[in-house]
């Protein structure tokens, strides 16, 4: 055999060997994929609609790789069983309780299962169990609510069109209001209005709070009612005095109401006198006559002291007098 010859075989054998280290490669990472050389438990869910998902896409536990879709098949016309291989190192976190439902690796990626929930009390999954499944949103969903969305955003754009649309009309309040120049004066107007409102409330509130600061200053009445017991103390007598006087003077208004129905009464002299016309008109003739009798009495008087039986005794009288003067002075 020439050397041509050897060297030929050799690249050949060489070949066949790096085919068969890539063959057994390959057949080691699909086999470590398909967890052909791990013990593994099998468990089903069976879902309405599957979205597309096929076998040998992976299922997801708290976003950690732990199996694979073993088998899609049919039970009947509206359920899809799929048959999972799930390892045997994560099989104990997974409760017999969870909840599979169908996912995507992305916003457009792999189809996938994913295992969520299980309580701690519940035993973990053995081969043959049965999880619960659930309805995924999922990408379908979404787009369905886009366009749902995008057919209320094309009438809420349509109606805001029409309501632009009457604004520009000047129709309905709002559109008065931005076409109407007398409003917008009014409306000019009344904001005016209002900065000065609130100017003077600002002054007011000014002036307010110097005047608590006054009432609060030491040495002024306010601040020594409020503080001083013994001003308090007399102001509340004064109140009390006042109150005393105040009842006094309502029972003597009350004894004066009294007294003045008594003065409308006929049958007292007062009331008399008051109210009686022909008691009055005696009245009034018994001092006439008392005064004509007081006038004769003098001039009886007077023609005594000139009759010479009374001259002597009057004469006394007037010496007796004039030396009680005498002896005053």
């Known amino acids: 055999m020439s050397a041509t010859e050897n060297r030929r075989s050799i690249i050949v054998g060489l070949f066949v060997l790096i085919g068969i280290i890539i063959l057994v490669a390959g057949i080691l990472v699909l086999g470590g994929q398909q967890n052909r050389f791990s013990r593994t438990v099998t468990v089903t869910a069976v879902f309405g609609d599957v979205s597309g998902l096929k076998a040998g896409n992976n299922v997801w536990f708290s976003g950690v790789k732990i199996g694979t879709i073993k088998e899609i098949r049919f039970r009947n016309l509206k359920e899809v069983e799929i048959a999972m291989v799930i390892e045997e190192a994560s099989r104990q976190y997974i409760r017999k309780d969870a909840v599979a439902k169908i996912g995507s690796e992305s916003f457009i990626g792999n189809k996938l299962i994913v295992i969520e929930g299980g309580s701690p009390d519940t035993p973990p999954i053995e081969d043959g169990d049965v999880l619960q499944a659930a309805t995924d949103e999922g990408l379908d969903a979404m787009m369905a609510t886009l366009q749902t969305n995008n057919k209320n955003l094309v009438e809420i754009t349509e109606n805001f069109g029409l309501v632009s649309a009457r604004i520009a009309r000047g129709e309905g309040t709002l559109g008065a209001l931005l076409n109407d120049t007398v409003m917008a004066a009014d409306i000019k107007r009344m904001i005016s209005h209002l900065n000065q409102t609130t100017a003077n409330t600002a002054q007011a509130s000014l002036a307010l709070n110097q005047l ?83 006038e004769k009495l003098d001039q009886n008087m007077e023609a005594l002291q000139h009759n010479f039986l009374f001259r002597g005794f009057f004469r006394k009288q007037r010496r007796e007098a004039e030396k009680q003067a005498e002896s005053g002075q």
């Open 212 to 294: 608590t600061a006054k009432l609060n200053a030491e040495g002024t009445l306010i601040n020594d009612l409020l503080t001083d017991t013994l001003v308090y103390g007399n102001l509340q007598s004064a109140v009390a005095q006042l109150q005393g006087i105040t009842q006094t003077a309502s029972a003597l208004v009350t004894n004066l109401n009294q007294t003045a129905g008594k003065l409308d009464d006929p049958d007292n002299a007062v009331g008399v006198l008051l109210n009686d016309p022909a008691a009055a008109e005696n009245i009034r003739q018994t001092l006439e006559n008392l005064e004509q009798s007081t």
